[in-house]
């Protein structure tokens, strides 16, 4: 039984033992019904609602829940694809273009600490490397095997743009470095 129930039940013994007039009765009888301490009791008696849990906050409420938990989903999305997004600017790809004067003979090496690679062809020829971060400068080596010709090296770095070297010398050596970060 409730609070109400039990108020009521008293000052119904007080009025039966006469210690109350007719009008004092129905004075206290309406001062503990309008009680807002016993609001709940009397939204369930009298069909108000008084439900619990979600539903006690009606539509309105239940879809601006919904529309919170909405939103703190795509912001953990957008969390989430800002970190990769910064995972995968941990590579950048170098090219290294070897030209001069068609069909020299060339050899030798290109990269950094991560990723070195041996190479060697005839010009034109152009090779690309996906360098790490954490691997430091990129280096192309390149030698000419024969007296004849040019031999020019390009590196094209994401920061920084191109860096060249030729040489014309018997078996010379070209070296270009960049910092592709």
Known sequence: MGK????????????RRGLLTD???????AAIIHDPTNLSVRKGRDGGGGGGGLFKWGVLGCLGIFAAIGVFVVCVIVVV?????????DTKDVTVRIDGTPG???SGSIGNAGSQRTV?????????????KSSGIFTAVIQKKGADGML??????????????????????????????
């Open 4 to 15: 109400l129930e039990d108020q009521l039940k008293e000052l119904d013994k007080v009025r």
């Open 23 to 29: 009008d004092e009765y129905a004075s206290k009888r």
């Open 81 to 89: 694809a800002v970190a990769l997004s910064n995972i995968s600017s």
């Open 104 to 106: 020299v003979l060339f």
């Open 120 to 132: 060697d062809g005839t010009t034109p020829q152009s090779f690309t490397i996906t360098g790490k």
């Open 152 to 181: 020019r090296v390009t590196v094209t770095c994401p920061k920084g743009g191109d860096q060249t070297q030729e040489t014309s010398a018997q078996f010379g050596i070209a070296t270009v470095s960049c910092s592709p970060f």
